[in-house]
């Protein structure tokens, strides 16, 4: 078997093709599988993208020379047939399938297996080789479905509500935070984003897609506006002075991370939800037994003990390290500025 993807310093490189997959590093070529930054990095010449992806890329990168295709659509790339398929992890993800001389291999990127109603459906596809993440490779992590964790965002924030108090809601700027519109939206109440999240919502709003109606957040707001409603803020908000505003108001944390409940109270939350845009440990487990691949890379995340369960149970895996991970679910890179 060749090698259609080597782990190189600048990122997954395909020497017969001659292109990058989210490389960390200026390249010349980039194929992008979704636009957090961990993913998509600046500096490069060109990009591939899928068209959902485009104006969100254009919204973190800038003006680029971008190259969009639709799923399930081939490019040629020096003899390299490639095409993009759904990853379900955010509006415009995708995994990458390389296809050179009789031999494919799949980059998932990053990817959820629940279909979210926005990301779109998750595609698993037969490879020879599997490169996956594991960023919730334990089996702890066990993700009750999202109308479960919905109902139980929406009776948070009834109750709030009954108390006089603001919900704010802590979630990533760039997917979890416009899975939530359709989990408040039942609930009639008037919903405010942090200027971080409004950016993203009004790129896609631009770019053709249906969202709930939303309010940004303005510094001339009164204070009274927000009582009992509800506002999403990326996670560097927390226990800014931004949002003094919102008092009395309750947090809740939406993240993989709120499976463990001791980090709930570590975050100094009042409430976490274990909503993530990553596959949980059955999800990883069945898409790669789905892939039927030979031979399965395990990146960022719990790469260590993912591939050595692969290769308990007779699928040969090796980990590889990569410059992924720093920014899904920890959201540390939103800039607060962006609020006002």
Same mark, same amino acid.
């Given at each position: 078997?060749s090698s259609?993807i080597q782990?190189s +310093?600048?990122?997954?490189y395909c020497? /017969?093709g ?6 960390w ?8 599988t979704h636009?957090?930054?961990d ?5 490069s010449?060109?990009?591939l993208?899928?068209r959902?992806?485009?104006p969100?890329? #254009? ?12 799923w399930n ?11 993009l ?18 031999e494919?291999?799949?980059v998932?990127? +990053?990817y959820?297996t629940?279909n979210?109603g ?14 996956? #993440?594991?960023t919730?490779g ?5 993700w009750?479905p ?8 929406q +009776? ?14 802590l979630?990533?700027s760039? &997917?979890?935070?416009q899975?939530?519109?359709s989990c ?16 993203v919502?009004q790129a896609?709003i631009?770019?053709?897609h249906?969202?709930?109606?939303? /309010?940004?957040?303005?510094p001339?707001m009164?204070?009274?506006i927000?009582?009992?409603n509800v506002v999403?803020a990326?996670g560097?908000?927390?226990?800014s ?10 947090t809740g944390v939406?993240?993989?991370?709120m499976?463990?409940r001791?980090n709930?109270?570590?975050r100094?939350?009042?409430? &976490?939800?274990?909503?993530?845009d ?5 999800g ?7 892939? &039927?691949?030979?031979?399965?890379f395990?990146?960022h995340?719990? /790469?260590?003990?993912f591939s050595r ?9 090796a980990e590889?390290?990569t410059?992924y991970? /720093?920014?899904d679910?920890a959201?540390t890179?939103e800039?607060?500025n962006?609020?006002e």
């Open positions: 078997m259609l782990f +310093d600048s990122g997954l020497p /017969q001659r292109f990058y997959i989210d490389p590093r200026p390249v010349e070529k980039a194929i992008i636009a957090h930054s993913h998509a990095r600046p500096g010449q060109s990009y993208c899928h959902d992806s485009l969100l890329l #254009e919204l973190r990168l800038g003006p680029n020379a971008y190259q969009i295709v639709e659509e081939p490019v040629f790339i020096n003899g390299v047939k490639v095409s398929h759904p990853a379900g992890h955010i509006i415009g993800s995708a995994q990458v399938r390389l296809e050179y001389q009789g494919v291999w799949v998932s990127g +990053d959820k629940e979210d926005i990301s779109g459906v998750f595609e698993p596809l037969k490879c020879d080789v599997f490169i996956t #993440e594991s919730f334990l089996p702890i992590y066990n009750k999202q109308e479960e964790i919905f109902r139980s965002i +009776d948070w924030i009834l109750k709030n509500h009954a108390e006089g108090k603001t919900s704010v809601l979630a990533y760039l &997917g979890k935070a899975r939530l519109l408040i939206e039942p609930t009639g109440l008037p919903i405010f984003l942090h200027g971080a999240v409004y950016n919502h896609l631009d770019a053709g249906k969202l709930p109606a939303v /309010q940004r957040v303005q001339d009164p204070k009274d927000f009582k009992g999403i990326p560097s908000a927390d226990s002075p931004w949002m003094k505003r919102f008092a009395p108001y309750s939406c993240s993989g991370w499976q463990v001791g709930v109270r570590r100094n939350a009042d409430a &976490g939800f274990a909503l993530s990553h596959a949980d440990w059955n990883l487990l069945q898409t790669v037994k789905a892939t &039927g691949a030979k031979k399965v395990v990146t995340g719990f /790469q260590a003990a369960y692969l290769t308990d149970i007779g699928i040969e895996a590889i390290k410059e991970g /720093q920014e679910e959201d890179t800039n607060i962006a609020a």
